[in-house]
């Protein structure tokens, strides 16, 4: 038996030097903001052979998980997902929104999981960035809403939030390799 | 009136699955409830659909076991375009089960349930996780990865794409596996059966024998079991009929459309999720004394209702762990001991399905035309018997839909093996986080499917404990967010 290498079985998310995971669940209207601006990048830029932008669905914490434990690491990790500040005193933020939150601005918690579903993906990218000493930007787009039944309808300023955001990681990310070199550091 | 302790984890869309511990007013515990979410709007989010387009969507509902929902959903599709699928077809959409079980076995005993018992349950938080595992044990770490790594390589290689799959059509799988993948498929699949059997072996040697007491007393309860086997009673996980079998070894079996003549869904008032129970069996009761109806899904439900498994190592694990336990065994935490033998199993499945010649066929589907029809299939999900049914009309577009996912058939198991865990582990008002910890460690070794819509940011769940006095009023709120 002939033992494959691990570059050879190197899943793209531990391969490449910049992996843009796009969380969030289409089938949850704003939800899907994730995974529209990964559709978006790959179908409209050429994303570098040094590069990976993932739909990583609602799959995210497996991934991470991966990235955690494995030897092979990208350098810069970009996490795109919807999140919900409006109401969050100090920070308020308008629908459509894109921002970027410092990751020590996510507090760690303190949590037992009782299934992968509920593992705290901050805790992940902040154990991430620990272990493997890579710097981890987070993308957000803030919420009109989130449906409390299915819809795969994005609201139309969330909608027109996923241009930008496409624009924003591909300009920043996705052009230059040094760039990422630059941002590990 | 006692106290009562409610663990109540908080998220975005109404992700809110609840432990409630009633105490009385001795300090013992009186009752409890698990309250576990259910997604909703899906029905009416899937009507007026193509149905064939239905097993890319379903795959979205979870990110954990997209390829139970992705095959039970393109099964369905067979039925409702009335079709059999390629025998290359069907060992495909075999091959891809196998291997995700072993993506998904491997990741839930080794990264979820197994830092409880390497680690212990009474270890802090910050190290009963898989990293504490990974730097306690760095060689299992790199092996775990190493072994994930290639199960999601080969499912890659199989299909596309193991994250989203869409190569379950109905009437077959879309695309031909080559003779130069299966090359390299091959070695693959006989590494992950290594690790497989080494997992087997190290954790009956070093794990289980340090936590006999703990198995023999957490969660345990008496109760039936469904699962999948083929005619002569050997396990499958992707095709058979519906074994139930009582407590006392007895049982029916089942095609899986005729599912309604034997589970019925009881409603409590305190859960959105409904409880499945066996209608033959009497009326529905979670009463730990004299429970009726109950039955339960996922692994140890599969190990105890199959007469063999057609693998060798994975039949010999089954020999012993009957010898052991006998059957059916009902205590709780032996689902991550058979968890153990599904992986094995699987693992040798892929080799097997990859030395089959037929798994390299051309033909990999039938054409289909739209009917009116309903359907109903069903597949083993990790997490249990996964039943898909829809009903399509003369143009094709879905005009119902309704699915039984692995959890809710295990909703009333697992309320019942907490309020038994919490009856044996909480006494005269004493309780710690260490207490705490072996109470989930009874809902974790169900390997519930809590929300697959909650993924927050900020940290998904975090726990809080209420405390209330006889009086009604709040003693006391412990968290543990810091």
Redesign the interface.
């Known amino acids: ?4 290498t ?1 570059e ?4 793209d998310h ?1 391969a490449k030097d910049v992996v843009v995971l796009c ?6 209207g704003d ?1 899907g903001f994730g995974p529209a601006v990964a559709e978006r990048i790959n179908a409209t830029e050429d994303v570098p052979d040094w590069a990976v932008v ?9 991934l991470l ?2 990235m ?4 092979h690491r990208a350098k810069l990790v970009v ?1 795109v ?1 919807a ?2 500040l409006a109401d969050d005193v100090g920070v308020k933020r308008t629908p459509g929104e894109v921002f970027e ?1 410092p990751l020590d601005d ?18 992940l990218l902040q ?1 991430l960035r620990e ?1 493997a000493n890579l710097k981890i930007v ?1 993308i ?1 787009c803030q919420v009109e809403s ?7 309808e994005i609201s139309p300023v969330v909608h027109a939030a996923v241009d930008r955001a496409a624009r924003l990681i591909t300009e920043t990310y996705l052009r230059e390799p040094v760039l990422a070199e630059t941002n590990s550091t | 009136m006692g106290k009562t302790i409610t663990i109540a ?1 908080v998220s ?3 992700g809110h ?1 609840k432990v409630t511990i009633q105490l009385d007013d001795a300090g013992n515990v009186a009752d409890t409830q698990v309250n576990v979410v259910e ?4 029905e ?2 899937c009507v007026g659909r193509p149905v064939e387009e239905l097993p890319r ?1 379903v795959t ?5 076991c ?1 390829w139970s929902h992705h095959l039970a959903s393109a099964k369905t599709t067979d039925v409702i375009f009335g079709v059999e699928p390629t025998v290359t077809g069907r060992k495909l959409r075999e091959l891809c089960n196998a291997l995700a079980f072993q993506e998904e076995h491997i ?2 005993f080794f ?2 349930a197994g830092p409880d018992f390497v680690m212990g349950p009474d270890a802090d ?2 190290v ?4 504490g595992i ?1 730097q306690k044990y760095p060689e299992i ?2 092996a ?3 072994n ?3 199960a ?2 080969m499912l ?1 290689i199989a299909s596309g794409k193991s ?2 799959p869409v190569t379950a059509v109905p009437g077959g799988f879309s695309k031909p596996l080559t003779e130069a993948d299966r090359e ?1 498929l091959l ?2 699949a ?2 992950t059966l290594e690790f497989a059997k080494f997992a087997m072996s190290y954790t009956k040697e070093n794990i289980f024998p340090n936590y006999a007491d703990e198995i023999a007393s957490i969660g345990v309860i008496e109760t039936g079991f469904l699962g999948m086997v083929t005619d002569d009673g050997t396990l499958n996980l992707y095709d058979g009929k519906l074994r139930l079998m009582k407590p006392d070894g007895t049982y029916e079996e089942f095609a899986c459309e005729q599912y309604k003549d034997y589970i019925e869904e009881h409603i409590e008032p305190w859960s959105y999720l409904k409880f499945p129970f066996a209608k033959k069996w009497g009326p529905f009761s979670m009463d730990l004394d004299s429970p009726s109806g109950i039955y339960r899904t996922n692994s140890l439900a599969r190990i105890n209702v199959v007469d063999r498994i057609s693998t060798p190592l994975a039949q010999a694990e089954l020999e012993e762990f009957r010898e052991a336990f006998g059957r059916p065994a009902q205590q709780t935490l032996l689902y991550n001991y058979a968890r153990l033998i599904e992986l094995l199993y699987n693992a040798e499945l892929a080799v097997q399905l990859l030395n089959d010649p037929d798994i390299t066929g051309r033909e990999t589907r039938v054409p289909v035309t739209p009917r009116a029809a309903r359907g109903i299939a069903c597949v083993e999900a990790p997490r249990g018997t996964l039943i898909h049914e829809y009903e399509a009309d003369e143009n094709g577009m879905v005009t119902d839909v309704n699915l039984i996912v692995g959890t809710t058939h295990n909703n009333a198991p697992i309320n019942m093996s907490v309020k038994q865990a919490a009856q044996t582990l909480i006494k005269e008002g004493n309780y710690d986080q260490g207490t705490l ?1 072996r109470v ?1 460690m009874a ?2 070794a169900y ?17 809080r404990i209420d405390i209330y006095g006889s009086d009604g009023k709040r003693i006391e709120t412990l968290t ?3």
């Open positions: 038996m002939t033992r494959p691990m050879e079985i190197l899943p531990c969380c969030g669940n289409v089938l949850f939800d993932l739909d990583a669905g609602t799959a995210v914490r497996e998980f991966d955690i434990l494995s030897e996490v997902d999140v919900d939150i996510i507090p760690r918690v303190n949590i037992s999981e009782f299934s992968l579903h509920q593992a705290p993906t901050s805790n154990e272990v987070v957000a989130i449906p409390e039944e299915m819809s795969d | 984890p975005r869309i109404e699955a997604l909703r709007g899906f009416k989010f969507i979205s509902i979870c990110g954990v997209p990741l839930h990264i979820l938080y910050t009963r996780n898989v990293i990974a770490g790199k775990v990865i190493r994930r790594h290639l999601a390589q890659g994250i989203h390299k070695p693959m006989e590494e910890n989930e809902i974790r390997d519930p499917c809590l929300s697959c819509a909650t993924h927050k940011l900020d940290g998904t769940l975090p726990i543990n967010t810091s």
